[in-house]
């Protein structure tokens, strides 16, 4: 069973400026975002972004915007085992992928074999951290746009 860093998206990995990242030219990765992935890596945790996209329900970017900007994620960040996202938004219909529901986190858990006692969550909404309790795994909430790295350098 393997022990997993789970990551909220915009916010957490990448510059949230308030309303929606939609397109590559937008997404910034944070700072020290690249060395906090690297040593939780190190650390033995598998690592796995769990992102709600509900511009995609509200037409504001395509699952193909989407894709283009984890490409080029995976392709700064190479340690990113896997990227989960719900396309949905609770104003265009509900999901049982879109955080806070659990769906995402359920099918990463049973694909990868994790074991949810030794994961956490990191997260910048509340949604994140119900999302995580659902399944069992810990959450930290973290403040928009904060330092990652400092949370990562406290695990063990």
Known sequence: MQKTLFLDRDGVIN?????????????????????AVQLASEKGYKIIVITNQGGIAKGLYTHEEV??????????????????????????????????????????IHRYKIDVSK??????????IECAARVGVKGILIATNDSLLKYIQSLD
């Open 15 to 35: 510059h949230d400026p308030g309303d929606y990242t939609s397109s590559l030219e937008e997404f910034v990765i944070l700072a020290d975002v690249p060395d």
């Open 67 to 108: 894709h283009r900007i984890h490409s080029y994620l995976r392709d700064q960040i190479p340690q990113i085992d896997a990227i989960f996202y719900s396309p949905h938004h609770p104003e265009y219909g509900n999901s049982l992928t879109r955080k806070p529901q659990s769906l995402l986190l359920e099918r990463a």
């Open 119 to 128: 994961s956490l969550m990191i997260g910048d909404k509340d949604r994140d």
